[in-house]
């Protein structure tokens, strides 16, 4: 892959790394902000299913952000974009789909084929 379009993968990553601290820090400043105290038993568990929920989504996205740290050393270390599986070079359409994506589209779907047999 030539040093240009790793540099439109690289910005792609970041804007996405970006978004995710940003939604985590709205996150953090909406549950400190809200001290609501409901005498309502179903509304005091409307609101804690509400954080569970909005903690685990923070927790995809955690992972997320992991996998985006990793795809960017991939990139200056030279193997972003090549199959950690067969060594072949991963479509630039998969990339762009899924840009942490370390498998190319073969080897995925040989992957999840014998997730389902096992």
């Known amino acids: 892959m030539n040093a240009e379009k ?3 993968f690289r910005q792609l990553l ?7 601290l ?18 309502d038993p179903t509304d005091r568990a409307t609101q804690e299913s509400d954080r569970t929920f909005e903690l685990r989504i923070r927790d995809r996205g955690r992972k ?3 996998k985006i740290r990793e795809a960017l ?3 200056d270390d030279g193997t972003y974009g ?8 991963i479509s630039e359409a998969r990339l ?10 073969d080897c995925k779907i040989e992957a999840e084929q014998r ?3 096992l």
């Open 6 to 8: 790793l540099g439109l």
């Open 14 to 20: 970041q804007d996405e790394m970006k978004a995710l």
């Open 22 to 39: 940003s939604e985590a820090d709205k996150t953090v400043h909406e549950m400190g902000d809200d001290a609501s105290h409901f005498p």
């Open 64 to 66: 997320l952000g992991s």
């Open 73 to 75: 050393e991939r990139i």
């Open 82 to 89: 090549i199959c950690e599986d067969c060594g072949c070079e």
């Open 96 to 105: 762009k789909a899924r840009p942490v994506t370390t498998q190319c589209i």
């Open 115 to 117: 997730e389902k047999r």
